[in-house]
């Protein structure tokens, strides 16, 4: 009987990691031969430091440490175990989903150097997934990886809108892990899952892939000029926003952690803001009181779409229909507020300064 139900539990999981939300953590595809065009050489010397740090590896041995959880201790709070699977399913899907790209890069690159760089990446983020699938096990909800590899559905994206959105999304999740490592170090008592421990080298690696994103769109300059620039502010606001939302889907995983959630996302905006500042052309004003106010709207929104879940009939698509013209029109307010231009660009660096 047990069985049965862990039988169960893995299906839903694997289930919820396979769905297409709008907001849930997609799979790509891409052109690799275009990215094994891209040139290295104005950025050789620091290409060859850092390649020499991925080789290094100095945290092949932070994932393979094991700790002891009791799941009983989850089960005295029902939503904030909901919560905290919802948390780990999708991060599973984002780690799992960089180390396939990651991965299909690297065996169809052509350039041995690029490949090189994509073949450390994926070693790390197949460590990141694989480490989130222990903790899933022991929760006896484990992600089946090879069915999301096979039954995923990919989206193909022009190497450069890759770049964008992977270099954010890896610099957000070295903020966000930063953010609550260093919280949860100042209140252990908040601790109530000892992953989080492992959130320090952890960001490290998300930190020195988005270094490798910099340098790489550094040395081809190209992708930060011109029209691309209104590509970046796109996916600047689809990423801010993106993650917003989610995290306020999830009020007693951070309740639990003693943290505003409103707060942590700004304090995460902030980080990733300072670090942007080494490649994109322009930073988003996200203290601008206008910004916020989009940001609630697409929250209130969102909320009234999902309120709809399951209810059909022409007045329930009529309304779904009106929801997400709002979404799409708030999205393009936001896109068209007044940015920070910047002067670039900084050294990069394989370690955090912070
Ligand atoms: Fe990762
Ligand atoms: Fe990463």
């Not at 559905?153 to 930063?178: D, H, M, N, Q, V």
Request: glycine share 4%.
């Amino acid at each position: 009987m047990a069985e049965d139900s862990t039988a169960l539990d893995m299906n839903n999981s694997t289930k919820q990691a396979l769905e297409s939300r709008a907001l849930a953590p997609r799979f790509y595809t891409t052109d690799c031969d275009e990215i094994g065009r891209y040139d290295i050489d104005p950025v050789r010397e620091e290409w060859d430091a850092m390649m020499a740090a991925f080789e290094l590896d100095i945290n092949r041995e932070h994932f393979k440490q094991n700790y002891d959880f009791d799941p009983e201790t989850l089960e005295a709070d029902p939503e904030l175990k909901a919560e905290f699977l919802d948390l780990l399913v999708s991060s599973i899907t984002a780690e799992y989903s960089g180390c396939v790209l990651y991965q299909e890069i690297e065996s169809k690159v052509g350039d041995p150097e690029i490949a090189r760089l994509f073949r450390y990446m994926a070693r790390d983020e197949s460590r990141h997934a694989g480490f989130i699938n222990r903790a899933l096990k022991k929760l006896g909800v484990a992600v089946d990886l090879s069915v999301l590899k096979r039954d995923k559905e990919y989206t193909y994206f022009r190497p450069k809108f890759i770049f964008y959105a992977t270099y954010l999304s890896e610099k957000i999740g070295y903020a966000r892990y930063i953010t609550i490592y260093r919280h949860l170090e100042r209140h252990p008592e908040r601790r109530f899952h000892p992953i989080f421990k492992w959130f320090l080298e952890w960001c490290n690696d998300e930190f020195a892939h988005g270094e490798a994103f910099a340098l790489l769109m550094r040395a081809n300059p190209k992708l930060l000029r011109g029209y691309n620039k209104l590509f970046i502010r796109m996916f600047l606001v689809l990423v801010y926003t993106t993650m917003y939302v989610r995290d306020h889907s999830r009020p007693k995983l951070y309740e639990a952690f003693g943290m505003d959630v409103t707060e942590f996302d700004h304090t995460v905006f902030d980080i990733t803001t300072e670090i942007s500042k080494q490649v994109f052309p322009m930073t988003l004003n996200t203290r601008d009181p206008k910004f916020q106010r989009g940001l609630e709207r697409l929250l209130d929104l969102n909320i009234r779409v999902d309120g709809l879940q399951g209810v059909s009939g022409v007045g329930a698509t009529l309304k779904r229909l009106s929801l997400q013209v709002g979404i799409g029109t708030t999205i393009l307010r936001l896109f068209l507020l007044p940015t920070i231009p910047n002067e670039m660009p900084k050294q990069v660096a394989m370690q955090p300064a912070w």
